[in-house]
T-cell receptor
Framework: GIQVEQSPPDLILQEGANSTLRCNFS?????LQWFHQNPWGQLINLFY???GTKQNGRLSATTVATERYSLLYISSSQTTDSGVYFC???????FGQGTRLTINP | DTEVTQTPKHLVMGMTNKKSLKCEQH?????MYWYKQKAKKPPELMFV???????INESVPSRFSPECPNSSLLNLHLHALQPEDSALYLC???????????FGPGTRLTVT
């Protein structure tokens, strides 16, 4: 089956910093989603981005489908950005192991 | 409206109990999913329903029994669970025209 790798596994930053999260996948996909899981477990949709670039406020994402990777950019981080960020691919949504982001005040 | 609701939020059950988890969406989506998430791990797919028919069962033990009574509702019936089944159970839905899935808040299950 398809493999999904996320890096880094953990990231600790100060408020106001920028960050880049990476997702590599092993096969071509027609679905790629980025999620933020909050401390209560809710998976919040950030981007549906099988290819191309999208922006939503301080967040943006780019997927280069031909090279099988996606990047999530977070600018001017806030403490509320803390949590686990998952990349998931495919119709059956295979998840990566996630990046745990901690933003310190 | 992109809301998927799940009840209950928390559930504690003994190994001999029978309980059910409920998921509901009113987005007109025709595909619905159950995922299981253990602590500090990513969600893993359990079942997929498409047009109210079970289309994927990821080799889930029979003590988990899904049901899709109509296009808006998805249940997960639980019977004779083990303590290792304690986890966050997430429901999701998607439209047939798009693969984008929307998740509910989950049911946190503890089996004692």
């Amino acid at each position: 089956g398809i493999q999904v790798e996320q890096s880094p596994p953990d990231l600790i930053l100060q408020e106001g910093a920028n960050s880049t999260l990476r997702c590599n996948f092993s096969d071509s996909v027609n679905n790629l989603q980025w999620f933020h899981q909050n401390p209560w477990g809710q998976l919040i949709n950030l981007f549906y981005i099988p290819s191309g670039t999208k922006q939503n406020g301080r967040l943006s994402a780019t997927t280069v489908a031909t090279e099988r990777y996606s990047l999530l950019y977070i600018s001017s981080s806030q403490t509320t950005d803390s949590g686990v960020y998952f990349c998931a691919v495919g119709q059956k949504l295979v998840f990566g192991q996630g990046t745990r982001l901690t933003i310190n005040p | 409206d992109t809301e998927v609701t799940q009840t209950p939020k928390h559930l504690v059950m003994g190994m001999t109990n029978k309980k059910s988890l409920k998921c509901e969406q009113h987005m007109g989506h025709r595909a619905m999913y159950w995922y299981k998430q253990k602590a500090k791990k990513p969600p893993e797919l359990m079942f997929v329903y498409s047009y109210e028919k079970l289309s994927i069962n990821e080799s889930v033990p029979s003590r988990f029994s899904p049901e899709c009574p109509n296009s808006s509702l998805l249940n997960l019936h639980l019977h004779a669970l083990q303590p290792e089944d304690s986890a966050l159970y997430l429901c999701a839905s998607s439209s047939q025209g798009s693969h984008e899935q929307y998740f509910g808040p989950g049911t946190r299950l503890t089996v004692t």
